[in-house]
C-alpha cells in the first residue's frame, strides 16, 4: 500500500537530522567530533535521587500499572516546590498532573484542546515542539517572531488582531531555548493582560527555571494574580536534576486545561514507572544542593566557552540562563545560513552545533551550543574554532573544502 499520511505531511523535514547524519559519519570515520548539538545533560543524576530508584524498584508492587495523573506523593512535591520556589498555592488534586516530561504533556494538551483550523500563537525561533505539537494535533500556527530587534508584546499584537479565527493559545518559554532570553514578572503580567484581553490561553515552558547564573531566579507566570484562569506551565526535572532519561515533569495552573490533559492521558498512557515517580518526589523533597551544583558546572562551562568565542573573534553574548549560549553566525559566513555554517564548521573544526534554522526561520542567523561538554573538551573545541576562524576569511570561505559535507 502507498497511502499519504495528511498530518506527516504537514512536519517538514527534521533540519537535525542532515548534521546529525554528518556527524555520524565522521564519528564511524575516526573523527573526534566535539558535539554542542543537542541538549542533553551529561552529568550523573544525584545519587540519592538514583538510591530512591533502586529502593522503590525492590518493591514489587511498584511494578503495576501506575496512574496517569501521578501518584499523590509526586503531585505534593509538585506542589509544595511551586509554593516554596513562587510562593504559589496550587491543589494538587486539581491543578497538577505528573507528564512525561514536559514535551509529551505540552504535546498531548495541543491534541486535547485544539481541532483542525484552530489558531495557536508560537514564538519563532522556538524549540521544535511548541509548534509542531499543535501542527500535528491540525491546528493553524501563526508565528510570531521575537529576538533581536522586536517588539514582541507589538507582535503579538498584531498576530492577534489579524487571525481569523481568533487565536485560541499563546505558547511562551524563559527561559527561552534556543534564543536563552528570560523574563520578568513585569513581562509575564503584560502577557496575562494580552491574553484575559483576547481570551487566549497561555502554555508556558519553564523547563529550564533553574539554570540561572544571576542572582535572580526566574518567576513563574503564575506568580501574577489572576493568571491561573488563563495559563498552564509546564516544567520537567531533566535539566535542573540531570535526568533527562527518566522522562519525569509535570504541568500545573489552570484547572481545565489540568482537567483536558488529565482526560486525554487516561486514554494514552498508565503515567512513568511507579519508582521513577518516587525517585522525582525525593528529588523535590530532598536537598537542593545538588541543583546549585549542577547549576555552577553549566555556569563555568558557559564562562569558558563564551570567553574563548570572543577571544577567537566571534562576537557572543554570556546567557543569562538555560544550558545554551544562541550563537549569532560570525559576520564572513552569515550569507550562507546557519544549516550550511553547522555543516562547515563540523568538517573543518570538527564541532557539531545545531542550526538556527532549526528552531524557525527567524532563527537561521544563529548556532546553538548547548553546554553538555565538560571544560577540557569546549577548550580544544575553541582551538579548533580558532584556527577555522583564521583560516576562513572572507575571501576564501567559499573555497574551502567541501566534500566531507556532501
Known amino acids: 500500500m502507498d497511502h499519504e499520511f495528511a498530518r506527516l505531511k504537514r512536519l517538514p523535514p527534521y533540519v537535525f537530522a542532515e548534521v546529525n547524519e554528518m556527524k555520524a ?3 564511524a570515520a575516526g573523527r573526534d567530533i566535539i558535539d554542542f548539538g543537542m541538549g542533553n545533560p551529561d552529568s550523573a543524576t544525584p545519587p540519592h535521587i538514583v538510591a530512591k530508584l533502586v529502593e522503590a524498584v525492590q518493591n514489587p508492587k511498584t511494578h503495576r500499572y501506575s496512574t496517569s495523573r501521578g501518584i499523590p506523593g509526586l503531585r505534593r512535591a509538585m506542589a509544595a516546590y511551586y509554593d516554596r520556589r513562587f510562593g504559589v498555592d496550587l491543589d494538587p488534586d486539581s491543578e497538577i498532573i505528573v507528564t512525561l516530561g514536559s514535551k509529551e504533556g505540552l504535546a498531548n494538551l495541543a491534541s486535547a484542546v485544539t481541532s483542525p483550523g484552530d489558531v495557536v500563537l508560537v514564538p ?9 505539537g499543535f501542527v500535528i494535533a491540525g491546528a493553524a500556527v501563526r508565528h510570531v517572531p521575537h529576538g533581536p530587534g522586536y517588539d514582541f508584546m507589538a507582535e503579538l499584537e498584531r498576530a492577534a ?10 505558547i511562551i518559554n524563559y527561559p527561552n531555548n534556543p534564543t536563552t532570553e528570560v523574563a520578568d514578572l513585569a ?8 491574553a484575559r484581553k483576547h481570551e487566549i490561553y497561555i502554555l508556558s515552558d519553564i523547563a529550564y527555571a533553574e539554570i540561572y547564573f544571576g542572582d535572580t531566579p526566574p518567576p513563574s507566570i503564575l506568580q501574577v494574580p489572576g493568571a491561573k484562569d488563563i495559563a498552564v506551565e509546564f516544567s520537567s526535572l531533566s535539566k535542573t536534576y540531570s535526568m533527562p532519561g527518566w522522562r519525569i515533569g509535570f504541568a500545573a495552573g489552570n484547572k481545565r486545561l489540568i482537567g483536558a490533559l488529565t482526560r486525554i492521558k487516561s486514554y494514552l498512557d498508565y503515567g512513568a514507572f511507579t519508582p521513577i515517580q518516587v525517585a522525582a518526589t525525593a528529588a ?20 569558558v566557552l563564551v570567553s574563548g568565542l570572543n577571544a577567537a573573534g566571534w562576537a557572543v553574548e554570556p546567557p543569562e540562563a538555560t544550558m545554551f549560549v544562541w550563537a549569532p553566525l560570525p559576520p564572513a559566513f552569515q550569507a550562507m545560513g546557519s544549516l550550511e555554517f553547522s555543516k562547515l564548521l563540523l568538517t573543518q573544526a570538527e564541532v557539531a552545533v545545531s542550526p538556527g534554522i532549526g528552531f524557525g526561520e527567524y532563527g ?37 573544502p567541501r566534500a566531507a559535507a556532501s
Not at 284 to 303: A, F, H, T
Open 364 to 400: 537561521d542567523g544563529h548556532v546553538r551550543m548547548a553546554l553538555v561538554e565538560n571544560r577540557h573538551r569546549t577548550r580544544q573545541a575553541l582551538r579548533n574554532i580558532r584556527t577555522f576562524l583564521s583560516e576562513a576569511a572572507p575571501s576564501n570561505v567559499h573555497s574551502l
Open 25 to 27: 559519519k565522521a564519528r
Open 284 to 303: 523535590l523533597n530532598g536537598p537542593q544542593d545538588c541543583v546549585d551544583e549542577i547549576r555552577q558546572r553549566y555556569k563555568e562551562r558557559r564562562d
Open 124 to 132: 519563532n525561533p522556538s524549540y521544535p515542539i511548541h509548534p509542531y
Open 161 to 170: 488582531r489579524h487571525s481569523v479565527p481568533k487565536p485560541k493559545a499563546l
Open 187 to 194: 513581562f509575564y503580567e503584560q502577557l496575562v493582560a494580552f
